[in-house]
């Protein structure tokens, strides 16, 4: 990773300045500017293909706001759809998921146990109220 670069590379392109400023002024913008600024960047670092020269990164231009504004919003959209699908996906695979936790731990709780008991350690007497059986209903 280089860090500096990712500040550095910023002012070897020809018009840094106007970028700056313009940047600026999008951010001013509330949310929708953010997303344009965001959209301007992706474009600058994905479409250029494999060109890696920060000089020949696209001045920004308002001429493409709309277009950016668009972009972004797709992506937007399409991230805000996988949020949810995961959410939910989570959220109902929980309680699939949870009987397994819940036997993992006490099986593991036993695994330590035992390991106790084989380094020498004492066992923990049992309690005479636990049994295999539920106890016997009260009669009314």
């Not at 668009?70 to 949810?84: R, T, V």
């Not at 936790?101 to 099986?107: A, N, R």
């Amino acid at each position: 990773m280089n860090y500096n670069a990712s500040v550095s590379d910023f002012f070897k392109c020809p018009k840094w300045g106007t970028n700056l400023m313009l940047g600026a002024v999008a951010v001013l913008i509330p949310i929708v500017g953010q997303l344009v600024l965001a959209g301007w960047h992706v474009t600058g670092f994905w479409a250029r293909g494999d060109e890696e020269d920060p000089a020949t990164f696209p001045p920004f231009d308002f001429q493409y706001f709309g277009k950016m504004l668009a972009a972004m919003l797709f992506m937007f959209g399409l991230g805000l759809c996988a949020m949810i699908i995961t959410i939910l996906t989570c959220y109902i695979g929980m309680f699939f998921v949870m009987p397994l936790v819940i036997f993992s731990w006490h099986h593991l709780q036993k695994q330590i146990y035992q390991l106790y008991l084989r380094r020498g350690g004492q066992a923990v007497p049992r309690s005479p109220k636990l049994q295999d059986t539920p106890p016997p209903l009260l009669a009314v």
